[in-house]
């Protein structure tokens, strides 16, 4: 994994990383300790981190391509977005599965906005969790 931070004014977080069942937890881990140098308020923050690990296991389990993480936070809105090279778009399923397969709910109970935008290689699944006025 190929953690890239960018000079603080950006409040942009970027890491590389492969298919592997640690991804989820290494992105989630980094991506609270990045959230916490920056205030990022804590009453929000357990919701985000939770959508990061969702998007990211989905990359994981699902794409089983080398992808890319990125976190925007400037202040009021985050913006998480996970590219892969997995071309087919993430569809949320009518009802909730009884077991597995709940992380889509998960982010669009938990988000402002979220969906998903297709690359020549791939596609970025992002989410967005307003955090202020």
Do not use: C, Y
Not at 30 to 49: I, N, Q, V, Y
Not at 108 to 132: H, N
């Amino acid at each position: 994994m190929r953690t890239v931070v960018p000079d603080v004014d950006d409040q942009v977080l970027e890491i590389d990383f492969q298919p592997q069942p640690r991804a989820a937890g290494d992105i989630r881990r980094a991506a609270g300790s990045w959230l916490h140098e920056r205030g990022f308020p804590a009453a929000g923050l357990d919701d985000l981190l939770l959508v990061v690990s969702e998007l990211v296991t989905n990359a994981v389990v699902h794409a089983r391509t080398a992808a890319h993480f990125g976190l925007r936070w400037d202040g009021r809105r985050a913006t998480v977005e996970v590219t892969d090279g997995n071309g087919r778009p993430p569809a949320l399923p009518a009802e909730a599965p009884a077991i597995g397969g709940r992380g889509l709910f998960l982010v669009d109970r938990l988000t402002t906005a979220w969906g998903s935008d297709a690359r020549p290689s791939g596609k970025t699944v992002w989410a967005t969790i307003e955090t202020g006025p």
